[in-house]
Protein backbone atom coordinates (compact mmCIF):
# COMPACT_ATOMS: atom_id res chain seq x y z
CA UNK A 1 0.00 0.00 0.00
CA UNK A 2 2.76 2.73 0.99
CA UNK A 3 5.09 1.77 -2.22
CA UNK A 4 1.42 2.86 -3.96
CA UNK A 5 0.78 5.57 -2.06
CA UNK A 6 4.08 6.40 -2.74
CA UNK A 7 4.52 6.18 -6.18
CA UNK A 8 0.95 8.01 -6.80
CA UNK A 9 1.99 10.93 -4.40
CA UNK A 10 5.51 11.05 -6.42
CA UNK A 11 3.74 11.85 -9.63
CA UNK A 12 3.71 15.39 -8.53
CA UNK A 13 5.40 18.24 -6.34
CA UNK A 14 3.35 18.56 -3.22
CA UNK A 15 3.71 21.04 -0.45
CA UNK A 16 1.82 20.75 2.56
CA UNK A 17 1.92 23.67 5.13
CA UNK A 18 -0.27 24.31 8.34
CA UNK A 19 -0.79 27.87 9.51
CA UNK A 20 -2.12 28.27 13.40
CA UNK A 21 -4.77 30.68 15.06
CA UNK A 22 -6.00 31.96 11.52
CA UNK A 23 -8.53 35.04 11.97
CA UNK A 24 -10.69 35.27 8.66
CA UNK A 25 -13.51 37.97 8.72
CA UNK A 26 -14.74 37.03 5.21
CA UNK A 27 -14.54 33.36 4.41
CA UNK A 28 -16.22 33.95 0.96
CA UNK A 29 -13.43 36.55 0.21
CA UNK A 30 -10.83 35.20 1.63
CA UNK A 31 -11.02 31.93 -1.16
CA UNK A 32 -12.15 33.87 -3.60
CA UNK A 33 -8.77 35.59 -3.10
CA UNK A 34 -6.84 31.62 -2.79
CA UNK A 35 -8.39 30.89 -6.27
CA UNK A 36 -6.86 34.08 -7.74
CA UNK A 37 -3.76 32.51 -6.39
CA UNK A 38 -4.29 29.02 -7.75
CA UNK A 39 -5.65 30.22 -11.45
CA UNK A 40 -1.62 31.76 -11.57
CA UNK A 41 -0.22 28.62 -12.69
CA UNK A 42 -2.67 26.04 -14.54
CA UNK A 43 -2.99 22.64 -13.09
CA UNK A 44 -1.95 23.37 -9.51
CA UNK A 45 -4.42 23.02 -6.80
CA UNK A 46 -4.33 24.84 -3.57
CA UNK A 47 -6.54 22.83 -1.10
CA UNK A 48 -6.64 24.62 2.46
CA UNK A 49 -8.76 22.47 5.26
CA UNK A 50 -9.39 22.96 9.03
CA UNK A 51 -6.30 21.49 10.55
CA UNK A 52 -8.06 20.14 13.67
CA UNK A 53 -9.78 17.46 11.79
CA UNK A 54 -6.64 15.80 10.39
CA UNK A 55 -4.99 12.86 11.66
CA UNK A 56 -1.52 13.92 10.62
CA UNK A 57 0.77 13.43 7.84
CA UNK A 58 -0.50 9.68 7.10
CA UNK A 59 -4.01 10.60 7.35
CA UNK A 60 -3.47 13.63 4.56
CA UNK A 61 -1.14 11.49 2.45
CA UNK A 62 -3.86 8.92 1.97
CA UNK A 63 -6.52 11.14 1.27
CA UNK A 64 -4.08 13.06 -1.55
CA UNK A 65 -3.16 9.67 -2.79
CA UNK A 66 -6.77 8.50 -2.81
CA UNK A 67 -8.13 11.49 -4.49
CA UNK A 68 -5.61 11.28 -7.02
CA UNK A 69 -6.31 7.74 -7.98
CA UNK A 70 -10.00 8.43 -8.04
CA UNK A 71 -9.25 10.96 -10.51
CA UNK A 72 -7.23 8.41 -12.71
CA UNK A 73 -9.78 5.79 -12.56
CA UNK A 74 -12.73 8.24 -13.19
CA UNK A 75 -13.95 7.22 -9.51
CA UNK A 76 -14.31 10.36 -8.10
CA UNK A 77 -16.77 12.27 -5.96
CA UNK A 78 -16.04 15.55 -6.56
CA UNK A 79 -15.43 17.61 -9.91
CA UNK A 80 -12.39 19.51 -8.67
CA UNK A 81 -8.81 17.42 -7.11
CA UNK A 82 -8.74 20.30 -4.28
CA UNK A 83 -12.39 19.39 -3.12
CA UNK A 84 -11.59 15.47 -3.74
CA UNK A 85 -8.75 15.67 -1.31
CA UNK A 86 -11.42 17.27 1.49
CA UNK A 87 -14.00 14.66 0.87
CA UNK A 88 -11.50 11.51 0.90
CA UNK A 89 -9.93 13.13 3.99
CA UNK A 90 -13.47 13.01 5.59
CA UNK A 91 -13.42 9.50 4.88
CA UNK A 92 -17.39 9.60 3.21
CA UNK A 93 -18.77 10.06 0.18
CA UNK A 94 -20.81 13.48 0.93
CA UNK A 95 -19.38 16.66 0.44
CA UNK A 96 -21.50 19.16 2.33
CA UNK A 97 -20.50 17.14 5.12
CA UNK A 98 -16.91 17.31 4.18
CA UNK A 99 -16.83 20.98 3.80
CA UNK A 100 -18.57 21.18 7.03
CA UNK A 101 -16.04 19.16 8.91
CA UNK A 102 -12.94 20.27 6.97
CA UNK A 103 -13.63 23.71 5.36
CA UNK A 104 -11.74 26.50 7.16
CA UNK A 105 -13.76 28.53 9.83
CA UNK A 106 -13.68 31.99 10.76
CA UNK A 107 -11.08 31.18 13.53
CA UNK A 108 -8.51 28.04 13.52
CA UNK A 109 -5.27 26.37 11.86
CA UNK A 110 -5.41 26.24 8.84
CA UNK A 111 -3.67 23.14 6.58
CA UNK A 112 -2.50 23.77 3.07
CA UNK A 113 -1.74 21.38 0.23
CA UNK A 114 -0.18 22.39 -2.79
CA UNK A 115 0.22 20.27 -5.99
CA UNK A 116 2.02 21.71 -8.28
CA UNK A 117 2.56 25.05 -7.17
CA UNK A 118 4.97 27.86 -7.96
CA UNK A 119 7.20 28.82 -4.81
CA UNK A 120 5.35 32.49 -5.44
CA UNK A 121 1.95 31.03 -5.05
CA UNK A 122 2.99 29.60 -1.78
CA UNK A 123 4.42 32.49 -0.74
CA UNK A 124 1.15 34.40 -1.62
CA UNK A 125 -1.48 32.01 0.26
CA UNK A 126 1.53 32.07 3.20
CA UNK A 127 0.96 35.95 3.47
CA UNK A 128 -2.78 35.72 3.96
CA UNK A 129 -2.15 33.22 6.95
CA UNK A 130 -1.22 33.84 10.18
CA UNK A 131 1.88 31.74 11.96
CA UNK A 132 3.31 28.73 10.02
CA UNK A 133 3.54 25.91 12.34
CA UNK A 134 3.96 22.75 10.01
CA UNK A 135 4.34 20.82 13.43
CA UNK A 136 1.04 21.42 14.21
CA UNK A 137 -0.57 18.43 11.62
CA UNK A 138 1.20 16.15 14.00
CA UNK A 139 -0.49 17.08 16.85
CA UNK A 140 -4.22 15.91 16.90
CA UNK A 141 -6.70 15.57 19.71
CA UNK A 142 -7.50 11.83 19.40
CA UNK A 143 -10.68 12.35 21.56
CA UNK A 144 -12.05 15.31 19.43
CA UNK A 145 -10.92 13.28 16.08
CA UNK A 146 -12.75 9.65 17.84
CA UNK A 147 -15.96 11.88 18.62
CA UNK A 148 -16.17 13.68 14.77
CA UNK A 149 -15.55 10.64 13.14
CA UNK A 150 -17.61 8.37 15.12
CA UNK A 151 -15.03 6.30 16.17
CA UNK A 152 -16.36 4.03 19.25
CA UNK A 153 -13.48 0.88 19.16
CA UNK A 154 -10.66 0.82 20.47
CA UNK A 155 -8.63 1.02 17.36
CA UNK A 156 -5.39 2.98 16.17
CA UNK A 157 -7.22 6.13 15.12
CA UNK A 158 -4.90 7.12 11.59
CA UNK A 159 -5.36 3.26 10.51
CA UNK A 160 -8.16 3.28 10.91
CA UNK A 161 -9.14 6.64 8.76
CA UNK A 162 -6.97 5.37 6.49
CA UNK A 163 -8.62 2.02 5.70
CA UNK A 164 -11.90 3.93 5.38
CA UNK A 165 -10.70 6.48 2.71
CA UNK A 166 -9.17 3.01 0.88
CA UNK A 167 -12.58 1.42 1.12
CA UNK A 168 -14.67 4.40 -0.35
CA UNK A 169 -13.10 3.68 -3.68
CA UNK A 170 -14.75 -0.09 -3.43
CA UNK A 171 -18.50 1.70 -2.53
CA UNK A 172 -18.49 3.60 -5.44
Known amino acids: ?14 EIHTYSDNTITKISSFLKQVDKITSLKKGSIIQLMDTDYICGSNHLKQAISQAIKSFDEGTNFANDKGLEICVRLSAQKQISEAL ?3 GIKEKGNITAVFINSSKEQIN ?33 IVNYLNEKIALLALEN
Open 1 to 14: MDDLQEQLLNRYNI
Open 100 to 102: KLL
Open 124 to 156: EVCALMNTKNDDLLEEFDEELIRNVYNIKENVD
